[in-house]
């Protein structure tokens, strides 16, 4: 589930980004500085449980077939809604820079898709109040499969829009809606299971490994920050909005950006939209939008002497970085 | 685990070759994580036809691969699931975008084919550029460069930490599973009755495992102010 760079145009991972990590800045807030601290080698320990976690094969009775979990819900549940956020964050960035899963313009999709949605939607909002008042094994179990439905539901929602309005791919928006979404249902409802069955055996070991049973810290500045959540949930949402209207309208993104940049002028959000905006309207290597004005013009970029010349070029290059590495080698030896 | 796997999860082998002393490594590590990221926001930047600016820009890893002298081998290894994710993202292309945009003799290819290939370039180029990125800077140099552009040095030390216990836990989930499997008489998975169990055990194990590195980090003077 995973978004690569070559998915998304600049403005949709820069957007995506300045919303990430505005939902970071309101964590690290949120998380008291010694708790941050006093947690920080569990959470630490867990994201990497994580990657470990993706060895384990769960077989799924009467199929044969067997498959891992993510995680998301999990983490959510153990640490809470910030930490958890947190954790995925650098899960996340490891996975973009050490496993070539994501990308760095990606990032911002993804841990809007994979972190906030889990953390910030299908806890506390789903899970948190089917718990809240008898906390037992069925009460679990459902609100862990309620909580991971919920969130992967939304977060390959997420995927399904970052891409179509990236328009990279030509996948028809009503088919990819439906294929992911079932696709996520299924994962859905089995990662719900496991994490069910997980949590279960851990509450009925040791009760302090539920997130629930600390208390949040409660502070003056709450009002605060509620105030930065919901100028993030906020931003996500007209986001979304202006997404399916950039879909069914290819022009309206711009322009919707721009409208949105004269309405908030102090969202971090717009400002970085309409700054890359800027830059892809100034700088001649970004024809992204000259292009889609003069549909025209296309063919201008793809000719076969272009293209030959760009495949001469790298050949060029490769014969040039022989050279460079041949030398090095050498100089290497006498090191 | 499986071969593939295991490759995976060598975060060692990449890390090798940014322990070596050679100038590239040795750079700003912000200035290299400020680079890449120009680089990838210049390469998804280009329009979807344009596939000879595209291909034009792998220039850059191929330059950098010979300056740091990395067997290319070793990243395009981690590129075969990527290759795989993309062409069946990019795969619906030529079936929808049927307009036709260049003529080879009486061939005519439409653009469908064209935006597959440069998305398939673009995202090979672009997982190479960042993968060039770990492999000529340590995850140390990596943190610093992160904390220089202003992350929060909290995040940077919960990175540093995770990074360094994955190879921890991955080995403990190892053996638990080697473990279950020698005692399962070679089931696919485990079975779901030890779904609980099994995987709660080696998280209460993770549990204790970060309190002892909590004690362990106050012995040796991790403040709790001035974060």
């Given at each position: 589930m995973h978004m690569s760079d070559?998915?998304?145009?600049p403005v949709v991972g820069g957007s995506m980004m300045a919303a990430s990590s505005g939902v970071m800045g309101y964590s690290i807030r949120s998380l008291k500085k010694e708790i941050f601290e006093k947690r920080l080698p569990l959470m630490g320990v867990m994201g990497a449980f994580l990657f470990a976690a993706q060895m384990i094969n769960f077989a799924i009775p009467g199929t044969g077939s067997s498959g891992h979990i993510g995680g998301g819900i999990l983490l959510a549940i153990v640490l809470g809604p910030a930490a958890s956020f947190l954790t995925m964050a650098c899960v996340l960035l490891i996975q973009a820079l050490f496993?070539?899963?994501?990308g760095l313009l990606a990032y911002g999709c993804n841990l809007i898709n994979l972190g906030f949605f889990s953390a910030f939607v299908a806890y506390p909002l789903i899970f948190k109040p089917i718990v809240k008042n008898n906390l037992n094994r069925k009460t679990i179990m459902v609100a862990s499969i309620a909580a991971s439905v919920i969130g992967l539901q939304l977060g390959s929602l997420g995927v399904v829009f970052e891409t179509i309005v990236s328009g990279?791919?030509?996948?028809?928006l009503s088919a990819f809606l439906i294929f992911m979404q079932f696709i996520h249902l299924a994962i859905g409802v089995a990662e719900g299971v496991v994490t069910g069955v997980i949590i279960n055996y851990l509450y009925s070991q040791?009760?302090?490994?539920?997130?629930?049973?600390i208390e949040e810290p409660k502070e003056s500045r709450k009002w605060n920050k509620n105030i930065i959540l919901k100028i993030a949930v906020l931003t996500i949402i007209i986001a979304g909005i202006l997404s399916l209207f950039a879909s069914v309208k290819p022009d309206g993104l711009e322009w919707a950006i721009q409208k949105t940049a004269v309405v908030k002028e102090q969202s971090n959000d717009s400002t970085i939209a309409t700054w890359l905006d800027t830059v892809q309207k100034k700088?001649?290597?970004?024809p992204e939008y000259e292009l889609k004005a003069e549909e025209?013009?296309?063919?201008v970029g793809t000719s076969i002497p272009g293209i030959v010349g760009s495949i001469v070029t790298l050949c060029v290059t490769l014969v040039v970085g022989g050279v460079i590495r041949k030398r090095r080698k050498h100089a290497e030896l006498y090191e | 685990m499986n071969k593939f796997m295991k490759s995976m999860f060598n975060l060692n082998e990449l890390e090798q070759y940014a322990r070596r002393r050679i100038p590239i490594n040795q750079y700003n590590p912000s200035l290299k994580i400020i680079v890449t990221l120009v680089y990838i926001i210049l390469l998804t930047s280009v329009?979807?036809?344009h596939l000879s600016r595209t291909l034009l820009f792998g220039i850059y890893p191929i330059l950098l691969i010979s300056i740091s002298n990395i067997p290319a081998k070793a990243l395009f290894g981690k590129l075969f699931i990527p290759a795989v994710l993309s062409i069946s993202l990019g795969i619906f292309n030529p079936f929808f975008d049927?307009?036709?945009?260049?003529?080879i003799g009486t061939i005519i290819i439409n653009g469908g084919v064209i935006s597959l290939i440069t998305l398939f370039v673009k995202a090979m180029l672009s997982i190479c550029a960042t993968l060039l990125l770990v492999s000529t800077t340590t995850i140390q140099k990596l943190g610093l460069g992160l904390e220089n552009l202003k992350v929060p040095k909290s995040l940077v030390v919960l990175l540093l930490l995770m990074y360094r216990y994955i190879s921890v836990l991955l080995d403990e989930v190892n053996k638990t599973m080697e473990a279950y499997q020698l005692r399962s008489a070679?089931?696919?998975?485990?079975?779901f009755k030890t779904w609980g169990s099994l995987v709660g055990q080696i998280m209460i194990r993770s549990y204790r495992r970060s309190e002892e590195i909590y004690n362990a980090m106050l012995l040796r003077g991790y403040s709790t102010g001035g974060m």
């Open positions: 070559a998915l998304i145009t496993f070539a899963d994501g990279r791919t030509e996948i028809p040791n009760k302090q490994m539920i997130f629930m049973k700088t001649a290597i970004f025209s013009k296309i063919a | 329009n979807k036809y049927k307009q036709p945009i260049l003529h070679g089931g696919k998975g485990i079975h």
